[in-house]
């Protein structure tokens, strides 16, 4: 129903809100091929061996197709797929629901409430998806891999930032100490700018997920600073706010749709935005006439 976007989900997330909020949602973003998936399947391993429940939400914002398209992810995933404290979902986004922001948080919501102690979000760092991934996710995780300049990248993209937890993966290849060394010296910057008031300090973690090396102390740091969210209360902080662009969105959304509608009243984009070239009307009123024809509409339907 998600994925389709049935008119009746609604209805079912209204009947689900009461079940949610439970689940620690953990983001986990890096270039392509940096070891997203292969670390996400080890950290299923690893979640399970703790009796905990795990949803898998494979997000690739690129593809058109959806229902399970990540077919590398699905061969790798293959392990845990007869496990009923597992569920796995492949999504794509872009294409007829147009975004990360729409389907995920559905989708996020329908896993917590099914008692889903842990969600891992895997998404392509490509620009965008990064900073969308932040406004769902508790714990943000993002992957390097030594030699390839992501430390530098890294610093430039914003990343530092958004990283609650730094994974180095592929550690047995050469450069990944200095990889972490550059991590490092580069949060110590940012410390001294004082962008970690908040009293979290955002740890570095080794790891050769391929062997499923280092795994554990992945796992250790997650519980650290999902404890630490609850402690600072920047947890409730990140959920306000998340809960504020997911609202805003449902809204942009519904505006959106309904602005171009030439049914009725007389008021649309198009008509106004004629009155405005033949010089009758200026864009900041033909807006607020617009904007108020639009809300009668959203009244007049939920009110049906
Ligand atoms: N040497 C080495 N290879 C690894 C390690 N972890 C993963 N790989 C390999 O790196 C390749 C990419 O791994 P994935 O887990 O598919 O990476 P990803 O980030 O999910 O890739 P995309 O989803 O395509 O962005 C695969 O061939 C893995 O076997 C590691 O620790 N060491
Ligand atoms: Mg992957």
């Known amino acids: 129903m998600v994925e389709d976007a049935s008119p009746r989900l609604r209805e079912v997330a209204a009947a689900l809100t009461p079940f949610t909020g439970r689940a620690q949602v953990v983001g986990l973003t890096g270039s392509p091929g940096v070891g997203k998936s292969t670390s996400t399947s080890v950290l299923v391993g690893a979640l399970r061996k703790q009796g905990k429940r795990v949803g898998v939400l494979a997000v690739d914002p690129s593809s058109p197709f959806s229902g399970g398209a990540l077919l590398g992810d699905r061969v790798r995933m293959q392990e845990h797929a007869t496990d009923n404290g597992v569920f796995i979902r492949s999504m794509a986004t872009r294409g007829h629901l147009g975004g990360l922001s729409w389907a995920t948080p559905q989708a996020l919501r329908v896993l917590d409430a099914a008692g889903c102690d842990i969600v891992l979000i895997e998404t392509v760092g490509v620009g965008q998806s990064e900073i969308e991934i932040v406004s769902l996710a508790d714990t943000t995780v993002v992957l390097l891999a030594p030699g390839m300049g992501d430390g530098i990248q890294a610093a430039k993209a914003g990343i530092l930032e958004v990283a609650d937890l730094f994974v180095v993966n592929k550690a047995d290849r050469d450069g990944a100490d200095q990889t972490v060394r550059e991590l490092r010296y580069m949060l110590s910057l940012g410390d001294r700018k004082g962008h970690d008031e908040s009293g979290w300090k955002t740890p570095i973690v080794k790891t050769v997920a391929a062997r499923g090396e280092g795994v554990d102390e992945l796992v250790v ?17 990140r959920r306000q706010a998340r809960a504020e662009a997911e609202i805003e969105a449902i809204i ?44 009668h509409r959203i009244n007049d339907e939920s009110g049906a």
């Open 252 to 295: 942009l959304a519904q505006m959106r749709s309904r602005i171009g509608d030439v049914r009725g009243s007389g008021t649309s984009l198009p008509q106004v935005a004629k009155r405005v070239v033949a010089g009758e009307l200026d864009p900041y009123s033909a807006a607020d006439d617009l904007v108020e024809t639009v809300a």
């Open 221 to 237: 740091a997650l519980d650290e600073h999902r404890q630490w969210l609850e402690r600072s209360g920047e947890r409730d902080r």
